[in-house]
């Protein structure tokens, strides 16, 4: 399997060559085990994109984000990828970077993450660690490198090896 993430996915359902090759891929993808990830800030970014219904019918499994200012216009967008009165209300009372809504046919759940500074420096992006490492390693390479990046970001992992 492939995980393929578009992040800030706004940039590219804006631009209409690469929103065709997406739709393309929502409906051939899927056959070759490759899954699509598309993270945006604004719901509205989606729900207003030419290939909206495509999104809408093509990605079963969705995760919100915690919403606490949804405007009438996000209402309206978040109703267009199927979510209730009730599911909307739910994501505008949930915690900011804690809380996550997960919706599909198989059901729906609220969940949280609730990760400490360990888990949070390897999931997360810096530039410039990433920028320090790929000069040393190059780049993709295939070298395990959570230690590195944990010392680059001066997170204590001793812990994680006591007692071993």
Not at 58 to 82: H, N, T, V
Not at 102 to 131: I, M
Request: glycine content about 2%; hydrophobic content about 40%.
């Amino acid at each position: 399997p492939v995980l393929l993430i578009l992040d800030e996915a706004w940039l590219f359902l804006k631009n209409p060559i690469f929103s065709a090759k997406i739709v393309d891929w929502l409906k051939t993808l899927r056959k070759k085990h490759v899954f699509c990830v598309f993270a945006t800030q604004e719901i509205d970014d989606a729900a207003n994109s030419p290939i909206a219904s495509t999104l809408v019918s093509q990605c079963m499994s969705k995760i919100f984000l915690a919403d606490p200012d949804i405007s009438p216009i996000a209402k309206e967008a978040y109703k267009k990828f199927g979510l209730e009165d009730a599911e909307i209300k739910l994501i505008s009372e949930s915690q900011m970077k804690k809380d996550y809504y997960y919706k599909s046919p198989s059901g729906t759940r609220l969940f949280q993450l609730d990760l400490d500074a360990l888990q949070l420096a390897l999931l997360t992006t810096d530039h410039a660690v990433c920028d320090a490492i790929e000069e040393i390693h190059g780049r993709n390479s295939r070298e395990e490198l959570a230690l590195e990046i944990l010392d680059k970001k001066q997170i204590d992992y001793t812990h994680v090896y006591q007692g071993r």
